[in-house]
């Protein structure tokens, strides 16, 4: 599967001649774009020798350091006891 199937992103051709297509996110891709900012956060610490994309905050230019957060509790994921339900 692709992206673009997934429904994570639109193709949108912009320039006819030489054709040049872009690519822009979806509001499902918007959603997980924190989970692509986390794995690429993973990747950059365990994989690519810092040769990885790094991502800057375009306002302040401060490097991107993500974290997934529980929103009822406010704790760090990983941090307390996890119970899975089915």
Known sequence: ???TKEGLLTKSRYQEHPPREEYLLTEAGRDFL???FMIG???????GDGQLTR???AE?????KPVAVDENTGAKIGTRPIRALM
């Open 55 to 57: 991502f800057l905050d």
């Open 41 to 47: 956060a993973w990747g950059r610490q365990y994989r």
């Open 60 to 64: 302040t230019g401060v490097e991107i």
């Open 1 to 3: 599967m692709t992206l």
């Open 34 to 36: 924190p989970t692509l």
